[in-house]
């Protein structure tokens, strides 16, 4: 759990934050975080406002992911907000540029929070980058979803403009 406090306390950080950059020390952090329960960390974060760092990992850690992105996904009237998607993205392209990151990862997650934006091309294109990067399992969780979903050409509920499951 300390671990999930971590790298929540960093995320929510940088989330929150204008600043453009990062230290190593936090592109490694959200780097190592970006698969496991850590990457529930990043998604949660993503698709919502948190009350604290403590409830950020504690809802990672019970699982509640995949309950939230189901509803993001599911729910028309659950549509993420658009300038925390674009944040995060700009986080997450951030963090890639240090070194020993997993970009592959990173990348999987970039196109997971394109997608969840609307925005279909970049997400199979940032998809495919993580591919070429590393198709390992866990690296490429986030890319193989949403190059399932762009190439089925399905949305979030919310994006009314193509089919969905």
């Known amino acids: 759990m300390a671990a999930l406090r ?16 990062m230290n190593e020390m936090t592109a490694k952090t959200i780097s190592e975080g970006a698969t496991g329960q850590g990457r529930d960390v990043l998604v949660l974060g993503a698709l919502t406002q948190p009350p604290s760092i403590n409830g950020l990992a504690q809802a990672a850690e019970q699982g509640e992911c995949a309950i939230r992105l189901k509803r993001a996904v599911r729910d028309p009237a659950a549509r993420p ?12 392209s951030t963090a890639a540029l240090g ?6 990862a990173l990348y999987g997650l970039r196109a997971l929070f394109a997608w969840l934006g609307g925005d279909t091309g970049t997400a199979r294109e940032l998809a495919s980058d993580s591919a070429a990067i590393d198709a390992s399992d866990e690296s490429h969780l986030s ?22 499951a």
């Open 143 to 164: 890319a193989a979803l949403v190059a399932f979903a762009v190439t089925h050409d399905l949305a979030p509920a919310w994006d009314r403009r193509v089919a969905h």
């Open 81 to 92: 907000d658009p300038e925390r998607l674009k944040r995060a993205d700009m986080v997450l």
């Open 6 to 21: 971590a790298l929540a306390g960093e995320w929510l950080t940088q989330l929150d934050s204008s600043a453009d950059w």
């Open 99 to 104: 070194e020993d990151t997993d970009r592959a």
